[in-house]
């Protein structure tokens, strides 16, 4: 059994390097904006003076700043809201609220971030906090106005006693149906005290605005959402003193504005994520404005770049985590003698023994089992069950695949009684196999045939036997024994 031990030291090793990757790709992405940032930094710095690149690397901050406080919440949500414990509490016909709230809970204290559900089925939001709220139309506008959209992602502020930043997600079951939202919130305040630590050293402002004109968030306190009301970029000043032209297509990328009589440029960038549209607004003066227009240049296709990066990452991440399955179940099956193989080793032990036993070993109702719970319940039941007949096999007793959902064991020098009783032993652990919590409903069987050979005969001349007794089990009902011995 040296060889299940090499095994499962594989499955765990693909698990632990998955774990390993979800815990680090955000340090890793951190390290790549760095990397890239250094880059232009380092370019520009031999063409500018001191006090321009100190304006330019003030730039790095801002990219990070937009990185931590809105794309790792929406990767979180993301990741999140696929959780299939998740999505098993909200697929329920009655939600268990002690188990939502203890889930919510563990996300908290985890992320340090506020989280939500809100339930289709019984029309009700649970908060982490450990609070609930009925989702009454007309009351609550939101939960309705965001369900008819076709849009899965959208980004909000609400909850006006204390103004938040929320990412709510569609949640689907595995036919598609629409269970509800899951969401992550941010209080506004926290954005407030982290955008003046950022302008009083940079002196930079951000603006992040809605494909309405709704100022969603800003560095400047004062047109943050106050209440139920937002500001409007067409109600600033300067953006009133634009041309009309550029004030109706409000396009203002590279754009010279005058604030408080001094100037400044803007950078835009389309925040696709959220729909929104992100205004880096940068104090100039006349010296450096060619030099500030081609850096702010640099910064945007940065930008753009760190974001395709994230996309691409994620999705890396997304593939990686089905691909660690696929290879544990791809590993289960390399590692047994296919048909072929089989044939010759029982041809070699044929040389060597007067006699032999062959088991043949059908999983009950596999092909229900992956279209009912699909392929990822399929691929579990067959590990747990090679697995299992691997664990209970000795010496130079071997097992195989005979076709595609049965597996073949070959038992030199075992008579049909032991055989029989080996089979029944089989059948009875794999009845009392743990399933997945997942699953709580699936059962797993195997139905077992059995036949024996006392002198030397040709592989092909004992499974037909051994077939024989499978199919007369799948008769009888599965779940069973059969025996057919040669006459």
């Not at 919130?185 to 005290?193: C, D, P, T, V, Y």
């Not at 402002?205 to 400047?220: A, H, T, W, Y």
């Not at 000795?394 to 195989?400: A, E, F, P, V, W």
């Amino acid at each position: 059994m040296i060889f299940g031990k090499i095994f499962t030291s594989q499955d765990e090793f693909s698990l632990s390097a998955f774990r390993t990757l979800h815990r680090s790709v955000l340090v890793l992405f951190a390290v790549v904006i760095i990397a890239i940032v250094t880059l232009v930094h380092f370019s520009i710095s031999k063409m500018v003076a001191e006090q321009a690149r100190a304006q330019q690397s003030s730039m790095s901050p801002a990219i990070a700043l937009i990185v931590e406080q809105l794309l790792k919440p929406l990767h979180i949500s993301e990741a999140l809201g696929k959780s299939r414990e998740l999505i098993d509490i909200m697929n329920a016909d009655e939600i268990d609220e002690a188990q939502v709230f203890g889930v919510l809970g563990r996300m908290q204290e985890e992320f340090g971030m506020t989280f939500f559900v809100a339930n289709e089925n019984n029309r009700m939001q649970y908060n982490s906090d450990g609070t609930s709220l009925e989702l009454i139309e007309g009351e609550v506008s939101w939960y309705f106005k965001y369900k008819e959209i076709d849009d899965d992602e959208v980004a909000d502020i609400g909850k006006w006693e204390d103004p938040h930043f929320y990412i709510d997600l569609k949640m689907y079951n595995d036919n598609g149906r629409f269970l509800g939202f899951f969401g992550i919130g941010k209080s506004l305040a926290s954005f407030i005290e982290i955008f003046e630590k950022y302008k009083a050293s940079y002196g930079y402002d951000f603006l992040f605005v809605d494909p309405e004109g709704k100022i969603m968030l800003s560095s400047d306190p004062n047109l943050m959402a106050d209440s139920s009301a937002f500001h409007s970029l067409a109600d600033l000043a300067w953006f009133q003193a634009l041309p009309e032209d550029i004030q109706s297509q409000e396009s203002l990328n590279n754009q010279l504005v005058t604030i408080n009589n001094k100037d400044h440029l803007v950078a835009e960038v389309e925040l696709e994520q959220f729909d929104w549209t992100v205004y880096l607004i940068s104090p100039l003066d006349q010296r450096q404005t060619e030099i500030s227009n081609g850096f702010i240049f640099s910064v945007v296709t940065l930008l753009i770049t760190v974001f395709a990066l994230f996309i691409m990452i994620y999705n890396l991440l997304y593939y990686y985590r089905k691909g660690v399955k696929q290879t544990i179940v791809v590993n289960a099956v390399n590692q047994m003698l296919d048909k072929r193989q089989t044939i010759a080793a029982y041809n070699r032990l044929s040389g060597s023994v007067d006699s032999m036993s062959i088991i043949l070993v059908d999983i009950d109702h596999f092909a229900k089992i992956n279209d009912t719970y699909g392929r990822s319940a399929g691929d579990e039941v067959l590990l747990k069950v090679s697995r299992y007949l691997k664990e209970q096999l000795i010496d130079d007793q071997l097992m195989g695949r005979w076709s595609s959902d049965v597996f073949i064991i070959l038992l030199p020098k075992i008579g049909p009684t032991e055989a029989t009783k080996m089979a029944n032993n089989f059948r009875h652990g794999i009845a009392t196999l743990p399933v997945s919590k997942h699953y709580p409903d699936l059962t797993l069987t195997a139905s077992f045939g059995v036949s024996y050979s006392g002198t030397t005969r040709p592989i092909l001349e004992v499974t037909a036997h051994a077939e024989d007794a499978l199919y007369q089990a799948r008769r009888d009902g599965r779940n069973k024994v059969c025996v057919q011995l040669i006459d």
